[in-house]
């Protein structure tokens, strides 16, 4: 397989028999193909039994963090040597930040270097490193102790008002 087959996956079940469909179907209401529907079994196969990288799909109920669902998708293809296989892609990121061989590149890649993305999640993570620097500060908390003494001495002296 050449770089430029690199993200090209061959059946591995016999798929011989199976005519080819004639056109592209209308995309949001079909019944997909028999090809899509072995790809996408193959594709599910390897999901499961994979360990090019690590994402809790909420399968394995040991796993202790938050499972998060991920959309997969195949696309049935012929390359330049006329046989049919398809490209597998993902939507978003996985856990990891992997870009595993199996998948073609996500048309925008969040985590590129110097993406505007990175950028900008780093002056969040700066705001926040400030944020808690000023709530943990003793100016900060000797401040919100006063507010909250005030704001008890407030609705004390209102009480006894309408008491009296």
């Known amino acids: 397989m050449n770089q430029k087959n690199i993200h090209y996956q061959s059946f591995k079940t016999d798929i011989s028999k199976i005519l080819l469909p004639e056109k592209f179907t209308f995309p949001f209401y ?3 193909h028999q090809l899509a529907k072995i790809a996408t079994n ?6 499961e039994s994979q360990t090019d990288f ?11 963090n938050l499972p998060v669902g991920k959309m997969f998708g195949v696309l049935v293809v012929k390359n330049k040597e006329n046989k049919i296989g ?3 892609a993902f939507s978003g990121k996985l856990a990891d930040k992997s870009l595993p061989i199996k998948f073609v590149p996500p048309v925008f890649n969040m985590r590129t270097e110097g993406s505007f993305y990175i950028k900008g999640e780093l002056e969040i993570d700066e705001i926040n490193n400030q944020l808690t620097i000023l709530e943990n500060s003793e ?10 003494k005030t ?10 008002q309408r008491k009296k």
Not at 139 to 148: E, F, G, I, S, T
């Open 42 to 47: 193959e594709l599910q196969d390897y999901l």
């Open 151 to 160: 704001n008890k001495e407030i609705a004390d002296d209102l009480e006894y």
């Open 30 to 32: 079909y019944k997909p």
């Open 86 to 88: 398809y490209l597998a």
């Open 54 to 64: 690590k994402h809790n799909f909420g399968l394995d109920t040991s796993k202790t």
């Open 139 to 148: 100016h900060y908390l000797a401040l919100k102790d006063l507010v909250n």
